[in-house]
């Protein structure tokens, strides 16, 4: 297995984890920036791209698209299975409306 395809799948994981936060970030009013949720979700995110770009070892080029597209797949995996619209919690005042 050549390391690039790992690292570009992390870099791919990683886009998509920033783009998901950022797109939740202002999506919602009200919503704080917690550094170590961030950090750690952005990491989360590298870590299944590397590895979706692991399991289909096909070129360079495609090991990032498919770690970002790893992570969305995952997420919308997790979605319909928890039957809930967002990973992210919102906060109390925007469930009320």
Known sequence: ???SILILGFA???V???VG???HQYS???VGFKIPYFFTMVF???VVGMLVASIFDIGLIFA???GYAGGDFIENVYKTI???PSLYSLPEDLLKK
């Open 44 to 46: 989360l995110s590298g």
């Open 28 to 30: 919602y009013k009200g």
């Open 21 to 23: 936060f950022i797109k």
């Open 12 to 14: 791919g994981g990683m």
């Open 1 to 3: 297995m050549d390391w």
């Open 64 to 66: 990032f698209i498919v």
């Open 82 to 84: 928890a039957k809930k």
């Open 16 to 18: 998509r984890g920033l």
